[in-house]
Each structure stands twice: as structure tokens, then as C-alpha cells.
């Protein structure tokens, strides 16, 4: 028998947005992560967004979790979780993982983002603690992240300390992955260009409220509920 500190953790990825609606590029990401940190699975997050603070008309938190359903219904690593949307008021992402860590005893967590959502990082609640508590993995998107953008460096908006736990990966480079003792190990910011999708959920409500196909930019499943619900079909937008 192992010792308990040597016993294999599940590794699970924790990937927030708005999801309105989730796209190839979304997808394409989880799946490069899931292979690459062998994470166990990904939990796609979706925020729940009181009416009051919208800045912009977001699809109802129904919708937007029918369309993650339907895209990862086939994916057996990719889930969905609720526990933003039946949280009173929107939590800060913090909160979610930490909540989710309580929930999930001995398993590591990796919150994954985007490389728009990395730059902006420093005007999170807290996010030297997201930073410091649980491992992060940025994930390239065209026109961040890409080396052209090298000056400034990319991380020089972070604070020394939270610099000094980057690992770039860039340039297609696997993590090293330890089981053993992964628990004590400490946390880190992964940079990561597996893969470049150039979809992003606000060309794809353009498109259709042009009323051009966006077959290429999400699932089949998903392009026949946006269809059926009529979302994103004008600039007020359909909500139940
Ligand atoms: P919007 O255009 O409405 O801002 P979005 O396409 O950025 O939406 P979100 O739901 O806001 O999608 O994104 C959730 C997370 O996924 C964020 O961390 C974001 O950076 C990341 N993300 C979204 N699209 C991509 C993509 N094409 N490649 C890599 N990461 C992405």
C-alpha cells in the first residue's frame, strides 16, 4: 500500500465565464488541458450575472447552461457545474474555489483562463490569493500570449512574488507532472499555446445577429439551440 501522502489525487480544471455561448474555442482549450496536466476533468463554470449588474444583454443563466450541457454531453471528462448559478449573488471566483476545494477534499484544483481574463487578472477580488492558493493555467488566444507581445513582458502586471511561481510552457512544452506528494507541492502559473482558436462568444452573437451561420464556432447541438431559441438574433437579445 502507498502512503497516504503518495496516494494519486485527482486533478480537476475549473474553467469560469459567462459562456454566452460556449464555443469551439472554449472546447478546443479544456480538451489541449485536460491531455496535457492530465487533469481527471474539467468543471465549466458558469457565472451567474444578477440582472442589475449587467453591462450588456447576457442570455439567461438557463440558457447558457442548456448550451454547455449540449456541448460536453458527449465528452466524458467535461462537466457543468452549478455552483455560481445558485449562489444568492455572483460570488467572486475566489470564492468558488475555495468553496469547491471545501467540497472537494485532496483534490487539486486548476483554474483555468484565458489569456484576455490573465491581463486584467490584477482587477479580480483578491487575486494575489486566487494566484497563491490555486494553481492557474492561462491559455493562449490569438493576439495574446504570442510572443509578439513580449514587451512588456507578460507577467509584468503581477507582483514579484506571484512572477517568481510562472512556469512558461509556450512553445508547446508539456508541465511536468508529479503525483507523488502533488499536495504539498506549491502552486504555480502556467503559460500555456497548446492551441490558438480565434472564436470568441461576442463575434459569434455578431454573426448571428447579422444572420450568418456560425456552424465552424460551436457544436452542432449548440447551433441548433441557438437557432430554436432564437438567441442573439437581434441587439435587445431573446430572454426567458
Ligand atoms: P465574450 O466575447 O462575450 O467576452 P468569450 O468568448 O471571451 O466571451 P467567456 O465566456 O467570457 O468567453 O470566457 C470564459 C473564459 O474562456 C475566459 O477565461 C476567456 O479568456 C476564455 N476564452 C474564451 N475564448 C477563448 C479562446 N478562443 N481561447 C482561449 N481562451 C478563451
Redesign the pocket.
Known amino acids: 500500500m502507498q502512503p497516504d501522502n503518495q496516494v494519486n489525487r485527482q486533478r480537476i480544471g475549473i474553467?469560469?465565464?459567462?459562456?454566452?455561448p460556449i464555443?469551439n474555442?472554449?472546447l478546443k482549450?479544456a480538451d489541449a488541458i485536460l491531455d496535457a496536466f492530465h487533469l481527471d476533468r474539467i468543471l465549466f463554470v458558469p457565472a451567474f450575472v444578477p440582472p442589475h449588474k449587467r453591462k450588456q444583454t447576457i442570455s439567461s443563466a438557463f440558457h447558457r447552461l442548456a448550451m454547455l450541457a449540449l456541448a460536453t454531453a458527449d465528452q466524458s471528462r467535461m462537466f457543468v457545474s452549478t455552483v455560481e448559478l445558485e449562489s444568492p449573488e455572483r460570488p467572486y471566483t475566489i470564492e468558488t474555489l475555495r468553496r469547491l476545494q471545501a467540497e472537494l477534499d485532496h483534490v487539486r484544483l486548476f483554474f483555468l483562463?484565458?489569456a484576455?481574463?490573465f491581463r486584467d487578472i490584477t482587477m479580480w477580488r483578491d487575486h494575489e490569493k486566487l494566484l497563491t492558493e490555486f494553481d492557474s493555467i492561462v491559455?493562449?488566444?490569438p493576439g495574446y500570449l504570442t510572443g509578439e507581445d513580449d514587451a512588456p513582458p507578460i507577467a509584468a502586471h503581477l507582483a514579484r512574488d506571484l512572477q517568481d511561481r510562472i512556469i512558461d510552457l509556450r512553445g508547446n512544452r508539456r508541465p511536468v507532472i508529479e503525483h507523488a506528494n502533488e499536495m504539498a507541492a506549491p502552486t504555480r502559473i502556467y503559460l500555456t499555446d497548446y492551441v490558438a482558436?480565434?472564436?470568441?462568444?461576442?463575434q459569434l452573437r455578431e454573426t448571428i445577429a447579422r444572420g450568418e451561420a456560425i456552424e465552424t464556432g460551436v457544436p452542432k447541438t449548440v447551433a441548433g439551440y441557438i437557432a430554436k431559441y432564437g438567441l442573439y438574433h437581434n441587439s435587445e437579445g431573446v430572454h426567458c
Not at 15 to 20: L, N, Q
Open positions: 474553467y469560469g465565464g459567462t459562456f454566452d464555443h474555442g472554449h482549450v483562463m484565458g484576455d481574463s491559455a493562449t488566444r482558436v480565434d472564436v470568441s462568444a461576442t
